[in-house]
Structures are given as structure tokens and as C-alpha cells.
């Protein structure tokens, strides 16, 4: 079994300022997808699904084709859309803001049928990452309830251009997610130590604090569970009164863990993470990817054209 890659691609990027998820930072011209992609690859995976919108989609099918991968991984698109909706809801008056990342993830119900890793379109994860989800992928075929998180640790995360937002974790003894609690406005300050923002009052975090980078691994049950729950969200009093409600991936797992459906074991991972969270990130992107590059991580040209 080859598990499936489901990259999170429908978000425009409105810090970023442009269609980051196409922006080219290697030096031929490859965007931190085909890094993603390329390192998804030697650790075994065999499919990849793209999450996009139709605005777009000409123009993303058009770069990403099975063919830009030498056909060494099959390739799929979905949808994402504000009217992706279960039958019985619309979308609310007013609502322009699309539905978040575990809506996203639902769009591949009906092409993904084995375990596979969600990841963000703009987020450089590193390979450590992907060889140990899909190690934990290949060990729960078959099973119901038995997924998993690649967690980073906070310092390896942080922009030095602006705050971000990061989903603190909480670990048990057996090494599983016990809690995620989404911190907004994390930066590190001129005295060197981290903090993160709540209703305008500082609070200091430990920067080897284990971290979500929204790399997750999943068995194709976790569709169901989503299904169910996407409607109590649709149905909550908090869509009603609040136009940008999110149905993020962090609240599916809390229910999950809370009712005991399933776990999520913590895979830990040292690597540095980097994205482009803001324009002022690119450089420095784009100097990190030749260092691996320079290291033999990566050849120049990463699909040999």
C-alpha cells in the first residue's frame, strides 16, 4: 500500500499578497509544493490529490500534471467551494469566508479510499516529516481511529517578519495529542523569549513548546467522522451569529480525542520548518532551499527537465 498526499492548495494567501501556492522559489522555477511533493515521493507515497478552487484551477492543472512529476506519483484534483454544502444547509447571508481546512479535507472523500497525509500548499516540512508519517500511514492500514500528527517544535517555526499563528499541543504518556489550543500573534520579542497574544495581553510560551503545522495523518474513517460533524458545526449557534466561523482540522481531532473515537499519536520532528507567510519571508525561502540544494538534499533542477 502507497499512501496519498492530500495537499491543502484553495487558500489565495491574502498576507502573502498573490497566489503563493504557485510562487517559484527554486531556482528551476519549483514552488514549495514541488518540495512537498518531491520529498512525499522518496518517502514512499503514490498519489496526490490537490485541494484548489475553480477560479483558479486552469491554471494550476495546467503546472501540475502528472506530467511535471515524470509520472512518478498519480495526480488528482478537487474542489473546494463556499456552497460545498451537506444536503438540508446553505450558505448563510453574508458569508464570504470559505469553510477551513477540515472542509477542504472532505473534498477528497470520493477519491481517497487509503491512508493518507494532509499538508498546507506553503509550508516546507521538511523530509524528516514525511518518511514518519508515512511509516505511521503503512502501520494503521485497515484500522478505524488511528491517526496521527507530525509536530514541530515552536522555535523551529517562527517568521522573523511578522506573528503567526500556531496550534500549541498537549501530549499524554503514550505520546498522543491530548489537546491543541490555537495561539494567534506568536513572535519572539527583543528579549529573546517567545509570546503569544490573547485579547491584547502578552503571555510567554516555551519555544520548544510541540506545535501543529497542519501535517496530519489520516485513515479514510476520518471521513465519516467529518461528515457527522460538519453538520453539528454548520447547525451551531456560532455559524449564525459569526460570518468567518472555521470548520478547522484542530477541532475535529479535540472532539475526536475527547469522545475517545481516536487517537493521534505525536510524531516529533526536528526539522526547520519554513513558509511564506509573508512577502518578506521570500528571500530568505529562496536562500534556504539553495543551502539544500548546495547539501545534495535536492538536485537543481528538481524534475529533471
Not at 484548489?52 to 491554471?59: G, K, L, W
Not at 454544502?85 to 477519491?111: C, I, Q, Y
Not at 503571555?203 to 471521513?223: A, L
Amino acid at each position: 500500500m502507497k499512501p496519498t498526499l492530500l495537499v491543502l492548495a484553495a487558500g489565495m494567501g491574502s498576507r502573502y499578497g498573490s497566489l503563493k501556492q504557485m510562487d517559484g522559489l527554486g531556482p528551476s522555477g519549483e514552488a514549495i509544493i514541488d518540495y512537498s511533493i518531491y520529498d512525499a515521493i522518496q518517502a514512499g507515497f503514490g498519489k496526490v490529490v490537490f485541494v484548489i478552487r475553480h477560479s483558479f484551477a486552469e491554471a494550476f492543472q495546467k503546472i501540475y500534471s502528472k506530467e511535471r512529476f515524470g509520472g512518478k506519483v498519480e495526480v488528482e484534483f478537487v474542489y473546494q467551494e463556499l456552497d460545498c454544502l451537506p444536503e438540508g444547509f446553505s450558505v448563510p447571508e453574508g458569508r464570504e469566508k470559505p469553510w477551513g481546512t477540515n472542509h477542504a479535507v472532505m473534498m477528497a472523500k470520493d477519491v481517497i479510499h487509503e491512508p493518507f497525509a494532509v499538508i498546507n500548499s506553503d509550508d516546507f516540512y521538511g523530509r524528516e516529516g514525511f518518511i514518519a508519517v508515512a511509516d505511521f500511514l503503512r502501520s494503521v492500514e485497515g484500522l478505524r481511529g488511528r491517526y496521527s500528527l507530525v509536530g514541530y517544535f515552536l522555535k523551529n517555526t517562527l517568521s522573523e517578519f511578522g506573528s503567526v499563528s500556531r496550534g500549541v499541543c498537549g501530549i499524554d504518556d503514550n505520546g498522543c495529542l491530548s489537546t491543541v489550543t490555537e495561539r494567534t500573534s506568536i513572535q519572539r520579542k527583543e528579549d529573546g523569549k517567545v509570546y503569544y497574544n490573547e485579547k491584547g495581553v502578552e503571555h510567554e510560551v516555551s519555544e520548544d513548546s510541540v506545535v501543529s503545522m497542519n501535517f496530519w495523518g489520516f485513515t479514510p474513517d476520518y471521513f465519516g467522522w467529518s461528515e457527522d460533524l460538519f453538520k453539528t458545526f454548520l447547525a451551531s449557534e456560532d455559524v449564525k451569529v459569526n460570518p468567518k466561523a472555521e470548520f478547522f482540522i484542530p477541532y475535529v481531532a479535540d472532539v475526536l480525542i475527547k469522545r475517545n473515537d481516536a487517537t493521534f499519536k505525536v510524531l516529533n520532528c526536528d526539522a526547520k520548518w519554513f513558509g511564506v507567510t509573508y512577502k518578506e519571508d521570500r528571500p530568505f525561502v529562496v536562500s534556504k532551499i539553495n543551502e539544500l540544494i548546495d547539501k545534495g538534499v535536492y538536485p537543481r533542477n528538481l524534475w529533471g527537465k
